[in-house]
């Protein structure tokens, strides 16, 4: 343990309990120094329709509210530029997608393997991705469900050791077939789905299990072994089919015994068998979400724990937002603020356990969460899995990005690329910096054309962005080599209007291009009609418009303009 990273620690969070009571003086969230790279996340529980749905899709309407209740949910997490969810797919040997191996959960329609006649998680992952937000299925590996439940039943009849306790019933990960099992359902999920990751939760010993007998084997080490044996399979099944989807899981928030600091009997490696610092210095882990629902002494020299054993990974503090209800715990919005505050200057990112306690606005956390995250970031790079920079975005005919400025103030960006991902950065200064976070303004973008509604930056820059994460040299906007910015002209639908500065250009003809550079219409140039182009016969589109001279060989980019009748 680095002594000088706990003294520090511990002194800012004595800072912050002596003065803040008094004075407020810790650092306001518009000074803050902001990350561009960052995972900002949300468990979005589905376990007894805890968070998502409250409606059951038992008929058209129940499926379309039951759509719209996640649209809207996902709508705020945008909002307040979260960039991860956490879905819970696999809920109790039960799942919320169409499973060879298990059930249906009830959450959908209220019965056991109640078929809710579309794809719950296939929906999620498009919502997801339209939004530039991660999707990560949250797999429960040992929970079965209570005693009686179908899925129970079912995993006994498939042979597997069952245990039952208060809490419910869960499989032995002593049970030699268990891993292989988790990797099927893991696998089935990756090959199934366009998902970001797998996020196993309780993959670990049941609280309530018996400690070790130290006969026969069953030793701490034996049993970390065993639970590193699961993990190590879902990694394989996983990764072998798409190596970019991120393995994480959510350990208990105190790895072990610190030096000053006691996990109070209630620890990942020794209590439940979670050997998970091990798993990130072994790469069977891209990232950790510790679940860290505690406060000071049981908070802060933890967090610098889990920061020091990374091995340079992603690590996600878990934070007990639910404690903000009082009907869970006595936890203040300043307390909260506090460990935000300290784990993102740790390099921390942050989850809230769980949406709904976020959404509601408890003590205002929500209002906090916009303010904390006031400019969007982007989830940390799986570089020790593949770290090449991908091609860098182009224009379609030269090496600019193309921005189109319409009357009511909205830019169009374009760009040409294959990359499943994009980033935009906008600035009033060139070239526009894209190591700066505050000009990120949209990230892991689909598509090749972005619309900035009320824009009032000059300049952009464009990366192509892979499915590692790694990022591409950025497509910088730039004035063309005749002076001329690009820009949107203006057409009624049956002529355009052409530039004044188009008197002073040798012209011969114009061509009008789709944006992949195909001609739809060549215009001969009238020198006694210098001020409109008639395009009745275009259907509606974006084109572009060009001017040629052909005396001359060389050509010139007028401008872009969109018919919509």
Not at 57 to 84: C, H, P
Not at 341 to 352: K, N, Q
Request: hydrophobic share 35%.
């Amino acid at each position: 343990m680095n002594k000088k990273i706990i003294t520090l620690l511990l002194l800012n969070w004595f800072f912050i309990n002596c003065f803040a009571q008094t004075n407020d003086i810790f650092i306001k969230w518009d000074t803050t120094p902001f990350k561009k790279r960052e995972t900002r996340a949300v468990w979005l529980t589905t376990f007894s329709n805890l968070d998502w749905p409250s409606s059951l899709a038992n008929s058209e309407e129940g499926i379309e509210r039951q759509k719209q209740e996640l649209i809207d949910i996902l709508d705020k997490y945008v909002a307040a530029n979260i960039n991860t969810v956490l879905l819970q797919a696999r809920v109790r040997a039960a799942t919320i997608y169409p499973s060879k191996f298990e059930p249906w959960d009830k959450c959908l329609t209220g019965r056991e393997n109640g078929n809710p006649n579309y794809d719950p998680l296939a929906f999620a992952v498009e919502e997801c991705h339209k939004r530039g937000l991660e999707i990560h299925a949250w797999v429960a590996a040992m929970p079965v469900g209570a005693a009686k439940s179908l899925g129970c039943r079912l995993m006994k009849q498939k042979g597997f050791n069952i245990k039952s306790f208060s809490s419910g019933s869960y499989v032995s990960p002593e049970d030699q077939n268990i891993a292989g099992y988790l990797g099927e359902i893991c696998a089935e999920i990756t090959q199934n789905y366009d998902i970001d990751g797998i996020n196993l939760d309780y993959i670990r010993y049941p609280d309530g299990w018996p400690h070790p007998t130290y006969r026969n084997g069953d030793t701490p080490e034996a049993r970390r072994e065993n639970i590193t044996k699961i993990v190590r399979e879902i990694n394989r099944r996983v990764k072998v089919l798409k190596p970019w989807v991120k393995i994480s899981c959510s350990p208990i928030g105190k790895y072990d015994d610190l030096s000053r600091y006691s996990s109070k009997n209630y620890n990942a490696k020794n209590r439940v068998s979670q050997d998970a610092q091990l798993w990130v210095k072994t790469r069977i882990m891209d990232q950790l979400y510790p679940m860290q629902y505690w406060r000071d002494e049981n908070y802060y020299p933890f967090c610098a724990d889990w920061m020091e054993n990374s091995n340079g990974h992603d690590i996600i503090s878990g934070l007990g937002t639910y404690f903000l209800d009082p009907r869970e715990g006595n936890m203040t919005l300043k307390e909260l603020r506090q460990q935000m505050y300290v784990s993102r200057w740790l390099g921390m990112g942050h989850a809230h356990f769980r949406s709904k306690f976020l959404l509601d606005n408890l003590q205002g956390i929500y209002n906090f969460e916009k303010r904390f995250n006031a400019i969007p970031s982007i989830p940390p790079a799986l570089t020790w899995m593949n770290s090449r920079k991908p091609e860098a975005p182009k224009f379609f005919q030269g090496n600019s990005v193309v921005a189109l400025i319409s009357a009511q103030g909205a830019k169009t960006i374009s760009w040409k690329g294959t990359s499943p991902y994009y980033n935009i950065y906008m600035s009033n200064s060139y070239p526009v910096d894209i190591n700066d976070p505050r000009n990120l303004v949209m990230a892991r973008f689909q598509g090749t054309s972005f619309v900035h509604q009320g824009a009032k930056h000059q300049y952009y820059a464009i990366t192509a962005m892979d499915r590692f994460g790694n990022e591409s040299v950025a497509l910088q906007s730039v004035l063309d080599k005749e002076g001329f910015k690009s820009r949107l002209l203006i057409n009624d639908g049956k002529k355009i209007t052409l530039p004044a500065n188009i008197n002073a250009m040798d012209i011969d003809y114009f061509c009008i291009e789709s944006l992949q550079g195909n001609v739809i219409m060549k215009i001969y140039y009238v020198a006694s009609n210098r001020k409109t182009l008639n395009i009745y016969s275009l259907k509606n589109g974006t084109y572009k418009l060009c001017a040629h001279s052909a005396k001359r060989k060389i050509s010139h980019e007028i401008g872009y303009f969109f018919i919509k009748r």
